[in-house]
């Protein structure tokens, strides 16, 4: 159903009460959960991507291009290699770099990179052409003027317009601490005050990934009032009011690799818990971490009226108000499949469903997020359900 096709992304429209404007849609994955990914060309060289081509054919964004991130090795770009190497890379075909394969995974399923920076068709589908190249006016908190309210994603591809000639160094001060080559602040509808509680690791992955991309030229337009570079970065996130498991909790392992993935890695914190003032240093609410209700307009995520006009993310925490009554592998049915016990399908922005990223998570790390998700303290917050009403 093309509904699924609008889902997703844009935690950022509910971040500014913004509305208007169909700005994002998804960037998902192939059905099935494959990735149409890449293939690494020698020398660590470019590397095909494409991200999620459906169906297999990694056809369309496959020319790679962005020659080699500065290495210097006389690395041209190679084409597409072979896409649909599937299983058979390692013997014959190019391996593929499991660095670039950590990266492709963290940006397109965990981190969503992908919701937010690749622009779509009309019909809500990633336009995979421009695959990471930047969302001209993601969200338009004034549609009916031309100079204000526009607030561009930016063009994470191997062109000048993009990346190419931003060394390691600056792409991570940018979205782990905010801070662009120039000393200006990144606004805060981009999570690096969340994301900078990555790993070192998981952080390389993601540059390694992204000088994969094949290039695409496109040059997005400076940001309007209100989104005008902040004075300082948005704080980030601490660590120490995300909730940590028991230490005695028989999940224990499994439950901390989910907070790794819900709070830092990933954007759950993010969207399940409230916002603060806007101005506020810290965005989110800590001492309400993942109780939800952060709202999202229907109209400005592009849907039609059978969605209610305003949707709420949902209280993720042990309460009777949240998933008190919740089994682990019910969590895991909704990140993968996108439905509820009640076999209710979940609202967008959630990204979930057959073609939503969290659909090729893998299933420990689905259930190690779930596992996490059920250690959280109670807090009370009643939210509204999206009601999905028959046409
Ligand atoms: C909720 C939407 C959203 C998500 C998710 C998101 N971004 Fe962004 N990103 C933005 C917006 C909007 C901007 C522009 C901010 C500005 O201009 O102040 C941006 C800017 C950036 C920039 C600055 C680029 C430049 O040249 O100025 C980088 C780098 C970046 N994002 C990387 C990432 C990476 C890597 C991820 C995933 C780990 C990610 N983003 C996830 C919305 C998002
Ligand atoms: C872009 C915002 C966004 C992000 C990111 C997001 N969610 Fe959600 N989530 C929502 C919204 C909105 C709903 C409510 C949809 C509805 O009522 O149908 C929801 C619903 C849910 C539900 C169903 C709860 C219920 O009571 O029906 C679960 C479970 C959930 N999210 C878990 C997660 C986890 C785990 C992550 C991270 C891996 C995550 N969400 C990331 C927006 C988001």
Redesign the pocket.
């Known amino acids: 159903m093309r509904l699924r096709a609008v889902l997703?992304?844009?935690?950022a429209v509910g971040a500014m009460q913004a509305c208007g404007g169909d700005d994002d849609a998804p960037p998902d994955p192939g059905s099935g959960g494959t990735t149409g990914t890449q293939t690494t060309g020698t020398n660590g060289g470019s590397t095909a991507s494409g991200g999620s081509a459906s169906g297999g054919s990694a056809g369309s964004g496959t020319t790679a291009s962005g020659g080699s991130a500065g290495e210097g090795t006389g690395g041209t770009a190679t084409t597409g290699g072979e896409a649909g190497m599937g299983g058979g890379a390692g013997e014959g075909g190019a391996p593929v770099d499991p660095e670039v394969a950590r990266g492709e995974y963290l940006v397109n399923v965990v981190s969503?990179c992908t919701d937010c920076h690749t622009p779509r068709n009309p019909d809500g589908s990633p336009d995979l052409d421009n695959f990471l190249a930047g969302v001209e006016c993601f969200i338009d908190a004034d549609p009916a003027d031309d100079e204000v309210g526009c607030l561009s994603s930016r063009n994470l591809t191997n062109h000048a317009t993009g990346l190419m000639n931003r060394s390691d160094d600056e792409i991570k001060n940018m979205f782990l601490e905010g801070v662009r080559p120039n000393g200006n602040a990144l606004h805060p509808v981009m999570p690096y005050w969340s994301y900078g509680n990555m790993s070192d690791e998981d952080a390389d992955a993601i540059v390694a990934y992204l000088r994969t991309v094949p290039g695409v030229e496109h040059r997005l337009p400076a940001n309007q009032a209100p989104f005008t570079s902040p004075d300082e970065p948005a704080a980030r996130v601490d660590l120490d009011l995300v909730p940590e498991p028991e230490t005695g909790d028989p999940n224990y392992e499994s439950a901390m690799r989910g907070r790794y993935?819900?709070a830092q890695a990933?954007?759950?914190l993010?969207?399940?818990t409230p916002e603060t003032e806007p101005g506020t240093a810290e965005p989110r609410d800590l001492s309400r971490a993942f109780a939800g209700g952060n709202m999202?307009a229907r109209d400005a995520l592009g849907l039609p009226p059978i969605f209610p006009e305003t949707?709420?993310?949902?209280n993720?925490t042990s309460d009777e108000t949240g998933?008190a009554d919740w089994t682990a592998e019910d969590?895991v049915r909704?990140?993968k499949e996108g439905v509820?016990p009640e076999d209710?399908p979940?609202?967008p922005?959630?990204?979930v469903g057959p073609m939503g990223a969290?659909a090729r998570l893998t299933d420990e790390d689905a259930l190690d997020?779930a596992n996490y998700?059920l250690t959280l303290p109670p807090i009370e917050n009643e939210v509204p359900?999206?009601e999905i009403t028959a046409p």
């Open positions: 997703f992304s844009v935690m969503v993935l819900a990933g954007p759950c993010e969207c399940h999202f949707i709420y993310t949902s993720l998933l969590i909704v990140l509820t209710k979940v609202c922005p959630m990204p969290f997020i998700l359900i999206c």
